[in-house]
């Protein structure tokens, strides 16, 4: 069975460019979470969605925004890079939204977005 | 506020030594306590898990954490380590939702 796949893997952006960033969830999934990770620190909570609808989001400005498709599938908009939001951007997805219920986030590779 | 406390940012340990990541958590109640591991590149595979009940819990890999309440620890360890061990590791906490808090990480350097 496929894990969660994110796309694309690495890219490159100017200061000011909008990006989206795709996940796929493993198949059956109905959650999907983003978290944004620096270099050199743990994972960000950036948004949860469950059955589309956003279930919870972190501390993070307005220039980022997701959404979820009928497919469970998602997406993270960035607008108005910054320098500092160079990051790997993580994707995992469960069951349901809660861990309690289904124990466990299964995090795809990331797509690494690099802003000059 | 909930946060997670990952002491150690390198640790280095010899091949075949035994290993101890420590990992503070800060909750009002108990909460789902995780370890992950990061290789280079890559995404986060989890080891193991602490919801309830037992305080020792097996992972994958070899790796076991102990939860303690008393010291709000989560220390993973590991009696014998291998090269291929190397890689960032995270702990991270939640109070039931999928929204994971993560320590800082630590970076383990296997000596061959």
């Known amino acids: 069975d496929a894990g969660v796949t994110q796309s694309p893997t690495h890219l490159i952006k100017t200061r000011g460019q909008q990006v989206t960033l795709r996940c796929s969830p493993i198949?059956?999934?109905?959650?999907v979470s983003w978290y944004q990770q620096v270099l050199g620190q743990g994972p960000q909570f950036i948004f949860q969605?469950?059955?589309?609808?956003?279930?919870g989001r972190g501390n993070f400005p307005d220039r980022f925004s997701a959404r979820q498709f009928p497919n469970y599938s998602s997406e993270l908009n960035v607008n108005a890079l910054l320098l500092g939001d160079s990051a790997l951007y993580l994707c995992?997805?469960?069951?349901?939204?809660?861990?309690?219920?289904?124990?466990?986030?299964?995090f795809g590779e990331g797509s690494r977005l690099t802003v000059l | 506020a909930q946060s997670v406390t990952q002491p150690d940012i390198h640790i280095t340990v010899s091949e075949g030594a035994s290993l101890e990541l420590r990992c503070n958590y800060s909750?009002?109640?108990?909460?789902?306590l995780f370890w992950y591991v990061q290789s280079p590149g890559q995404g986060l595979q989890l080891l193991l898990k602490?919801?309830?009940?037992?305080?020792l819990v097996q992972g994958i890999k070899g790796f076991e954490a102990e939860f303690k309440r008393s010291q709000s620890s989560f220390n993973l360890r590991k009696p014998s380590v291998h090269w291929s061990d190397a890689a960032e590791y995270f702990c991270?906490?939640?109070?039931?939702?999928?929204?994971?808090?993560f320590g800082t990480g630590t970076q383990l350097k296997v000596e061959l």
């Open positions: 969605y469950y059955e589309k609808e956003e279930r």
């Open positions: 995992a997805s469960s069951w349901t939204g809660t861990i309690y219920s289904t124990g466990e986030l299964f």
């Open positions: 909750y009002g109640a108990t909460p789902y």
């Open positions: 198949s059956g999934h109905k959650s």
């Open positions: 991270a906490g939640t109070g039931g939702g999928n929204k994971l808090t």
């Open positions: 602490y919801f309830s009940g037992d305080t």
